[in-house]
């Protein structure tokens, strides 16, 4: 009964969790917050990793029972995302992986949340909506890999309804949409719109736009089952608009756990088990991270 440890950090949370055959043992997180406007930046991101990550260790390993002679495999975020945070935790892995003698596994965070999606969703072989603060794609499982059936490559859905809301419409709407500049500003001086107002149209929007490409790759695909992942799943109006569209042609949305949609060690731990069951472990001299690094890239081999 295989057990691994894995650790992520690839954005502003930094986790450690263990799991053991399908069982989800421990998982500790800290999140790094900055003061509401600002936005985190890399490297004070990889310092705060850099203070917190041992605890988190330490802290699984006691939550789940275990010590490091009981692990089998550590598994450890390899991209995508940014580069210092995930250095730090890259830098924690290969030290510990030999300090304790145990295979390495890189992995992919994108299939991170898929499988652990696919474990707690139970679902068999789903069309994949990932939306978080990083990414945007939806995904279908095909000869040996995930195979990206549409993605935003400029700014991901969690990014945009962030800083839309954060730092108010304006300046943002200015920068993506020149030709229409003038629009908001005037909204919000008639009193036509407020700026609740705006922040729910572009949500709406955005999460309708999203459920048209899910509703169109779960008819490519022939699917009858949709796995929402990604820090943007815990929208309770998103998972309203996936339920409605799903059901309407008889497919399901699978359940979803909110505490593992976020960024966390046990999702990379569980993508880690499943490639250390079909022998893909990870070199120390090929465990360099990349900050780019395409859910597409990866052969998936422990499915058939
Ligand atoms: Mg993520």
Redesign the pocket.
């Known amino acids: 009964m295989p057990a691994v440890l894995g650790l992520e950090g690839?954005?502003n949370k930094v986790g450690a969790g263990i799991v053991r055959d399908g069982r989800i043992l421990s998982n500790r997180r800290e999140t790094f917050v900055t003061p509401p406007g600002s936005g985190f930046a890399p490297g004070p991101t990889g310092r705060h990793h850099r203070r917190v990550l041992l605890d988190l260790i330490s802290g699984a390993l006691s939550d789940a029972g275990l010590g490091p002679r009981d692990l089998d495999a550590i598994a450890f975020t390899r991209g995508p995302g940014m580069g210092a945070p995930l250095a730090v935790v890259a830098v924690v892995a290969r030290a510990l992986a030999q300090l304790w003698e145990l295979p390495l596994v890189g992995v992919n965070?994108?299939v991170?949340?898929i499988e652990m999606g696919r474990l707690l969703g139970e679902a068999r072989d789903p069309v994949v909506l990932?939306v978080?603060?990083?990414?945007t794609q939806v995904l279908c499982f095909s000869r040996c890999r995930y195979r990206i059936l549409g993605e935003t490559l400029d700014l991901a859905l969690g990014n945009c309804l962030d800083r839309y809301a954060l730092q108010r419409p304006q300046p943002w709407l200015q920068h993506r949409a020149p030709g229409s500049q003038a629009v908001t500003p005037k909204l919000l001086e008639s009193g036509e719109a407020t700026a609740e107002d705006l922040c729910f149209s572009l949500q709406e929007t955005a999460f309708a736009m999203v459920a048209e490409v899910a509703e169109r790759a779960l008819a490519l695909a022939g699917a009858q089952e949709l796995l929402l992942v990604?820090?943007v799943a815990c929208n309770q109006r998103l998972q309203e608009m996936l339920r409605t569209m799903c059901s309407a042609r008889g497919a399901r949305l699978c359940p979803i756990d909110e505490r593992y949609c976020?960024?966390n060690g046990a999702m990379i731990a569980q993508a880690g088990w499943e490639m250390l069951r079909v022998g893909q472990v990870t070199a120390l001299s090929d465990s360099g991270v990349t900050q780019r690094y395409r859910t597409d890239e990866v052969e998936v081999t422990w499915r058939d």
């Open positions: 690839s954005a965070h994108c991170g949340h990932y978080s603060g990083g990414n990604g820090g976020v960024d």
